[in-house]
């Protein structure tokens, strides 16, 4: 007696129903993980190397760590915030011109560090204007103008971290970051804990992060994507900026 082939294809069906959404589910998720995971990677990798020099610092005592500590609150509001400005410049998906909006965002990230640049000279003013403590005001202010010149190496490298993000070259960003943490990580344990250093070491293991981060991603432009057109453009781009 033959068996009907109809239940049979009936619960192939009713399988693959079953089964086929679950599999686009998966691949979906392996999709946006794929995507999400280095960005991810590399905001926490940024906030380690502030937190690191933190923890380093922090050892030394109370007062460098309190001072360190409001030094890096003020640094982040008045300061690392004003740079994600250069994003602004890939907002216009015109990713044909990415190379020509890029030079102009290092040179207005880097005329917006000279006025913040100042205002970190006197930070001992404005602690003094939030009422806070006297005993760390030194520590705090010479902190904050050791990172002057991050705040600028950081104006070069957020402008090539966002040319890097509007073509999806997520992974470079986070090898270099992933390498610049442990390096940095190795040389404040060595500045802070094992010479005389103190506050001093953590400050300039975060200005040797930002010159090397922002060496590396310029060294490596022409590898990674095409990132500048012709002079020409970015000279007429820059002019019709300028005036606005």
Not at 166 to 178: R, V
Request: hydrophobic share 55%.
């Amino acid at each position: 007696m033959e068996v009907p082939l109809l239940p049979e294809r009936e619960e192939e069906r009713k399988l693959m129903v079953v089964v086929l959404p679950r599999l686009a589910f998966l691949e979906e998720l392996k999709t946006l993980s794929f995507l999400s995971a280095p960005p991810a990677g590399v905001a926490c990798f940024r906030f380690f190397l502030l937190a690191t020099a933190t923890m380093m610092v922090g050892h030394l005592g109370k007062l460098s760590l309190d001072s360190i500590a409001i030094a890096n609150s003020l640094i982040n509001v008045i300061g690392f915030i004003p740079l994600r400005l250069c994003g602004q410049a890939h907002g216009a998906e015109q990713y044909q011109k990415i190379g020509t909006y890029t030079y102009p965002a290092m040179f207005f990230c880097i005329a917006i560090c000279i006025p913040i640049s100042v205002l970190w000279i006197f930070m001992d003013k404005v602690l003094i204007l939030l009422g806070q403590d006297p005993d760390f005001f030194v520590e705090a202010c010479n902190y904050a103008i050791w990172l002057i010149l991050t705040l600028f190496g950081y104006a070069i490298l957020r402008s090539l971290s966002h040319n890097l993000q509007a073509q999806s070259l997520i992974l470079a960003l986070f090898l270099s970051s992933c390498a610049t943490l442990c390096l940095q990580i190795l040389l404040c344990w060595v500045l802070v804990s094992k010479t005389d250093f103190g506050n001093t070491g953590a400050e300039l293991t975060i200005v040797a992060e930002a010159a090397i981060g922002s060496v590396a991603l310029f060294c490596c432009r022409n590898v990674l994507a095409y990132l500048f057109n012709t002079d020409k453009d970015v000279v007429n781009y820059v002019s019709e900026l300028v005036p606005a």
